[in-house]
Structure formats: structure tokens, C-alpha cells
């Protein structure tokens, strides 16, 4: 009998998705993400964290990774052993690296752009990026959650 299994080491519960590099395949990681976590009883604290943070890496991979005819990576991967919920989005450009705007700079108030990092550090555990050969990158993002 053919039994799916997952690698050694993977966590349980992993989801990935190809989306287009798009604006509506940045609306359309948002909405995955959150049904995925629904489904899987996630609380709803932790799934109105990963929304806000799957929405902002997915804008980012659209507005900031795109490159012409290339897809862009959702990954969830939820670890309740660990209580840990892993968000990956991954893009075509790896030139262009993710950083945190200094929290002392001032910023215009009224701009519409330039917070999405801020909120990802303000409800992340941890983010980071690494390289996804051959020539992109991955914004991971760890939430912390306690399991009932």
C-alpha cells in the first residue's frame, strides 16, 4: 500500500502554494493562509497574526520580488509539538533583501507605504531571509503560539 509521508524532520501540517506575482495572488496567499490555518483548528489569535503577516510578505514578494513570468511560494508549516507556526514566502529576486526600517528614523505619516517589515517584527516571534537557490530569497517568519 502508497502511503504519502513526510521528509524526516518536517513538521507536521505543512501547506505550500504556488501563487502568481501578482496582486491578486498576494490576496489570494492571504486568503489560503487563513483557511488552511481554519481547518487545522488553529486558534484565532494565531490566524489573525499570520493573515496580517502573510499579507504584508506577500505584497512585498509582488511589489519588491517580482520578476516577469516567475511565480512566487507560500509556505505554511505548523508544529504544534514546537507551538510554532512557520510562514515562508519565497520570490524570484534574491538581489533585493528584505530590511527593517530603523525604528528611529522619522517617517512621513501620511505615506501609504514603507510599514509592512514594522508590522511583520511587531507580530512575529522572528523573521528572516535566506536565499532560495538559484536565485531567490525567503522571508520566514516564526509565530509562537502556547497549544491548548
Known amino acids: 500500500m502508497n502511503?504519502?509521508?513526510?521528509?524526516?524532520g518536517a513538521p507536521t501540517g505543512?501547506?505550500?502554494q504556488l501563487l502568481s506575482s501578482t496582486r491578486r495572488g498576494a490576496?489570494?496567499?492571504r486568503l489560503l493562509a487563513v483557511t488552511e490555518l481554519r481547518s487545522r483548528g488553529a486558534s484565532q489569535d494565531l490566524t489573525e497574526r499570520a493573515e496580517l503577516v502573510v499579507a504584508e510578505l506577500a505584497a512585498n514578494a509582488v511589489l519588491h520580488g517580482r520578476l516577469s513570468g516567475r511565480c512566487f511560494r507560500l509556505t505554511l508549516a505548523l508544529d504544534p509539538a514546537a507551538g510554532r507556526l512557520?510562514?515562508?514566502v519565497s520570490d524570484a529576486r534574491g538581489d533585493l533583501?528584505?530590511?527593517?526600517?530603523?525604528?528611529?528614523?522619522?517617517?512621513?505619516?501620511?505615506?501609504?507605504?514603507?510599514?509592512g517589515l514594522t508590522l511583520v517584527t511587531a507580530l512575529a516571534d522572528?523573521?528572516?531571509c535566506v536565499p532560495y537557490p538559484p536565485s531567490g530569497k525567503t522571508v520566514r517568519a516564526d509565530l509562537l503560539y502556547i497549544t491548548p
Open 27 to 29: 490576496c489570494l496567499a
Open 86 to 88: 512557520r510562514i515562508e
Open 97 to 115: 533583501r528584505p530590511l527593517p526600517r530603523p525604528t528611529d528614523t522619522a517617517s512621513d505619516p501620511l505615506s501609504t507605504t514603507g510599514r
Open 3 to 8: 502511503h504519502a509521508t513526510s521528509p524526516v
Open 126 to 128: 522572528h523573521w528572516d
Open 14 to 16: 505543512a501547506f505550500t
